[in-house]
């Protein structure tokens, strides 16, 4: 079979995903299940990969989307604890007496808040939570659908704990022959993964530095009453410093912490210092902007359903005590991942299964107190005593979130499983590279030197199609690793440009513009958020692509495991 057929058959269940999702308007569970039988057939007939592996692989990506909607659940249920106890009621009254500035209370709640929400929750939560709020506090509700939207870019490879790497790259690579080939230099994986994470963190920062500007000036432009960029821009100094404040504590915790902590204690510590800030006038614009009245404004504009948070309970608790639950999640997730004994504890508890129907060298785990899901239930269940709720108040919670929960795991039932049949598929009886590194050698032969450029947005693409940034990393993580490795350059970073690209692609993702705009009341009009949420999504994309090419060619990155051959 030549190379292109290879790669063509290889990137049929990828092109079968967009032309379902995408060309025909299909839902995920609709499509999904029909892209994964295709996979398997193309795995057994045409790379001819045992029956008995093809089940194995489907397997050890079950065990993986149990470790998903494990943090799913536990991100969800938070949330859910939190609305129910009064906690987000209390969160959002403390937001609307800061600044009456428009464009300082959008930085507040969409850039910080909801990048602090997305790195507690992910997976939609920060539009379903900063949305509403928004309006609450008088925004229009198409705007808070938007700036909902553009704030899912930088702190999405962040998100939910650190999901999209922990389990969409640690899930979409070859990990066990990347461990052997790092064992034999006297590494770890850990080694390789850490590096990972600190590029991701570094491209994120340095792209994300002027999202809070187009932030208000997408406000300013788009539903101001002069239609003005420039009084957006008018807020730079104050945009940029509020840039920094989440951007510097995100990078530091990405390179020394690790995945969970970038944006949760970005988010946190950026919002006490900016709150602090705009309290005190600091770098505050002189003139106050606000929208017109509501009344002359345009009836799309509006949606006619907001989330009632204030009718959901009629307990009232103080801002401190609201914010505790967060507080203790960061703390004890610092706590858990820097202190070896209590780190090492967590790790005892686990379920672990080798050699997955014989001996076949698929593996798989479970690691239910160490995976931040544990830990997020945990905080749920203090929570509970610490905001004195009711037991049927918090069964309430629970019930809400194993709905979100089975919607989200009818999907990832077949897309995780999918995507390990094509990276387990280099053990075959046509002697065949696995499908991953079918098309990037493809694709190498193809593009060669020029394609660290286009690595963001082939992330992009996959998180377009996927709605998810997790999703895109186990779809392509391992194909932009082979890319890298037929092109002798740094794997390490062009997953990292995988991850940034696929956050970036959250901004258009249309499923989450729909989910988002339906927090509000405002359906139908996702065409015109996509419109606009385009322009910063080819920002990110274009600026990242120059930031690999520029840590390949120009900075020399490597990694360990450059030059080295994987089986």
């Known amino acids: 079979m030549s190379l292109g057929l290879q790669a063509l058959l290889a990137f049929t269940p990828i092109a079968l995903a967009g032309i379902l999702l995408v060309g025909l308007g299909w839902s995920a569970k609709r499509a999904m299940p029909i892209v ?13 990969v045992s029956f008995n592996r093809v089940a194995a692989a489907t397997l ?53 808040f909801g990048s602090f929400i997305e790195g507690a929750s992910g997976f939609g939560t920060p539009a379903a939570v900063a949305g509403p709020l928004m309006v609450a506090v008088g925004f229009p509700a198409l705007a808070a659908v938007m700036f909902g939207m553009m704030i899912q870019s930088t702190p999405v490879s962040f998100g939910a704990v650190g999901t999209p790497l922990i389990v969409g790259v640690q899930g979409g690579v070859q990990r066990e022959a990347m461990t052997a080939a790092l064992q034999g230099q006297g590494l770890q994986w850990a080694d390789f993964f850490d590096l990972v994470v600190s590029r991701v963190a570094i491209g994120h920062a340095i792209c994300g530095t002027l999202i809070p500007l187009l932030l208000v000036m997408f406000m300013t432009r788009f539903f101001g009453r ?158 509970l005593f610490l905001h004195r709720m009711s037991l049927a108040s918090f069964a309430r919670a629970a019930r809400e979130s194993t709905g979100t929960l089975l919607g989200a795991g009818f999907v990832l039932v077949f897309t995780v499983p999918m995507v390990r049949i094509m990276i387990q598929s280099g053990v075959n009886a046509n002697e065949l590279a696995s499908m991953p590194i079918s098309m990037a050698r493809w694709v190498a032969a193809s ?56 956050a970036a692609g959250n901004m258009i993702a249309i499923h989450n513009v729909v989910a988002a705009s339906a927090t509000v009341g405002l359906l139908g009009k996702e065409g015109f958020t996509l419109r606009r949420t385009v322009i910063p999504t080819l920002y990110y994309v274009t600026l990242a692509g120059i930031l690999t090419m520029v840590s390949m060619h120009v900075l020399k990155w490597t990694d360990p495991l450059m030059g080295v051959t994987l089986p």
């Open 447 to 502: 593009v060669g030197d020029v394609y660290p450029f286009f690595a963001p947005t082939v992330g992009a693409l996959g998180a377009f199609l996927a709605g998810s940034n997790t999703v895109s990393n186990l779809m392509l993580s391992q194909y932009q690793y082979s890319v890298a490795q037929a092109l002798g350059v740094s794997g390490a970073t062009i997953i990292a440009a995988q991850s940034i690209g696929a």
């Open 60 to 112: 050890e990506g079950l065990i993986i989307t149990v470790q998903v909607l494990w943090i799913i659940f536990g991100a969800i249920l938070l949330l859910n604890t939190l609305k129910h106890s009064g906690g987000i009621a209390s969160i959002r009254s403390g937001f609307a007496g800061i600044s009456p500035d428009r464009r300082i209370q959008v930085i507040l709640i969409a850039w910080l």
């Open 226 to 383: 002069n239609r003005s960029w420039t009084e957006g821009l008018a807020a730079l100094p104050f945009a940029l410093f509020s840039a920094f404040a989440f951007t510097v504590p995100y990078v530091l915790a990405g390179v020394f912490l690790g995945p969970e902590f970038p944006s949760l204690l970005g988010g946190l510590l950026g919002l006490a210092i900016v709150a602090l800030a705009a309290r005190a006038g600091f770098l505050v614009p002189r003139q106050t902007w606000d929208f017109a009245p509501p009344k002359e404004w345009p009836a799309h504009w509006m949606g006619d359903l907001e989330m009632k948070l204030d009718e959901l309970t009629s307990r009232r608790i103080s801002p401190i005590v609201a914010w505790l639950p967060y507080v203790l999640l960061a703390a004890i997730l610092v706590v858990s991942r820097t202190h070896d004994p209590f780190k090492k504890w967590l790790q005892s508890i686990a379920f672990n299964a080798r050699n997955l129907l014989g001996e076949t060298g698929i593996n798989g785990n479970f690691q239910p107190l160490y995976l931040p899901g544990g830990i997020l239930v945990f905080v749920c269940l203090v929570t």
């Open 36 to 48: 994964y039988i295709v996979t398997a057939l193309i795995a057994l007939f045409a790379w001819g």
